[in-house]
């Protein structure tokens, strides 16, 4: 049984618990060299989940590049999901690494590991929203395994989570962060999440969809 079979069967014990249950007012907490910052804004009702890994003042991507290396990030957050379940029979995840595997996922080619971690998180945390990054790659997966009006409306969702995140991956550069920041904290940290190998998972074929998927409206 592989490491993700086991840890999707331990989650069968589950406490799911709300996003609301582990909101945060303000806290950066700082692992090695990589700083997690959650933030809650007066006109969010979730917590700003936001990944860095810091240096000085640059950022630079939070994944992995190399192909073990994203494996053994993967099994390495599994496993602590799965310890979570083992010893308090519920999971908080106050670190985010639940949004976290289907990118990792979806770095390594592996559409199917993805799609199954992605169902793994609907079935775990079914009123957990998601980040916006965690939905680019949730859309991205399912339009490649086929089923193009489930990642429309994973696209969907992620344009009315994110505004800024689309325009980003369609025209290759950022759109203007001249916004009131205390009111777009959320928006701009989120954009700033997501690393240049998350937007060169889109090939022209998935781009040109994407972009047709945002033009047009919601079906009623």
Known sequence: MSSLELFMKSSRLLTVLRPGSFRLTRETRVQGSRALVQKTSPHDRAPVV??????????????????????????????????????????????????????????????????????WFEATFPH???????????????????????????????IQSNSLILPRLLDGKSPDLSLDQDEHIRKILELEDVPPEIYALWDEAALTWARAVGASPAPD
């Open 50 to 119: 936001s990944y860095h890994h810091a240096i000085g003042d640059n950022t630079m991507s939070f994944f992995p590049v190399d192909p073990p290396r994203i494996r053994q990030r993967i099994r390495r957050y599994e496993r602590l999901l799965a310890k979570e379940v083992e010893d308090f029979d519920r999971i908080s995840d106050g670190y985010g690494k639940r949004y976290l595997l289907g990118p990792l996922y979806m770095l390594l080619g592996d559409v199917d590991g993805a799609l199954a971690s992605y169902r």
């Open 128 to 158: 957990d929203v998601g980040h916006p990054m965690h939905l680019l790659c949730w859309s991205l997966a399912l339009y490649r395994s086929g089923q193009e009006q489930a990642a429309a409306r994973k696209l969907r969702r992620l």
